[in-house]
């Protein structure tokens, strides 16, 4: 059974930290996906990640897979207020497409 | 159209009635998602379908839970004798091919079961 582990759950930084969100799985892929959700709201992609090696970013976020690892990583520089979200990291099942989803790393920046 | 676009927002049913969730995918797509959110944050893939043919049902609870994507029709979820335990926010999603793309999901339907 595929397990993805995010840690840490919750975060609580200042504005202008940075930090990295960890999340690691159990079984081989080559692809890992990380998402947003706000209170309430639905889930919005931010990064495909699709080979080993992977980095992406955009504005304050970057991303990146090491496969060999089972190791993806999203890094919040100098973060801003509008980044409170929780966090998602999800990697597809073997038998199909199904996204295993991490339990969200719930963070919160503060002034 | 460009979302995808799930009804009811919320839905509210007795124990033992019936509950029935729609999804339309975005235009285009060829696989649509179920998934099931609990306690938060907890995900749980429910179906699959690539277009009107199930993909993968690994995840469905098979006595009471059942789905359909039918040609020209928005895909459907419907659960038969809810329970208490099945309340919780239900989101459908889409994606263009399988594997590279990311699945984009809608507003998702608050099932609630009282």
């Known amino acids: 059974e595929l397990k993805v582990e995010q840690n840490p759950l919750f975060l609580s930084m200042q504005e202008g930290k940075n930090y990295t969100i960890y999340c690691n799985y159990s079984?081989?892929?080559?692809?890992l996906y990380w998402y947003r959700q706000d209170p309430g709201k639905s889930l919005e992609s931010l990064f495909v990640?699709?080979?080993?090696?992977a980095v992406k970013q955009e504005g304050r976020l970057m991303a990146s897979l090491d496969t060999k690892a089972r190791l993806s990583t999203l890094h919040i520089t100098a973060a801003v207020h509008d980044l409170s979200a929780t966090y998602f990291c999800?990697?597809?099942?073997?038998?199909?497409?199904?996204?295993?989803f991490g339990k969200g790393t719930s963070l919160l920046v503060t002034p | 159209g460009e979302e995808v676009a799930q009804t009811p927002k919320h839905l509210v049913r007795g124990e033992g009635q019936k509950a029935k969730l729609y999804c339309a995918p975005i235009?285009?797509?060829?696989?649509v998602f179920w998934y099931q959110q609990v306690l938060k944050n907890e995900f749980k893939f429910l179906i699959s379908?690539?277009?009107?043919?199930?993909?993968?049902e690994t995840g469905m609870p098979k006595e009471r839970f059942s789905a359909k994507c039918l040609p020209n029709s928005p895909c459907s979820l419907e659960i038969q004798a809810t329970k208490l335990e099945d309340s919780a926010v239900y989101f459908c999603?889409?994606?263009?091919?399988?594997?590279?793309?990311?699945?984009?999901f809608g507003d998702g339907t608050r099932l609630s079961i009282l």
């Open positions: 999603a889409s994606s263009l091919t399988g594997g590279d793309q990311p699945q984009h």
């Open positions: 079984t081989t892929s080559d692809r």
């Open positions: 990640l699709l080979s080993n090696g």
């Open positions: 999800a990697v597809p099942s073997n038998s199909g497409y199904a996204l295993n």
């Open positions: 235009k285009g797509h060829s696989y």
């Open positions: 379908f690539q277009n009107e043919n199930v993909f993968d």
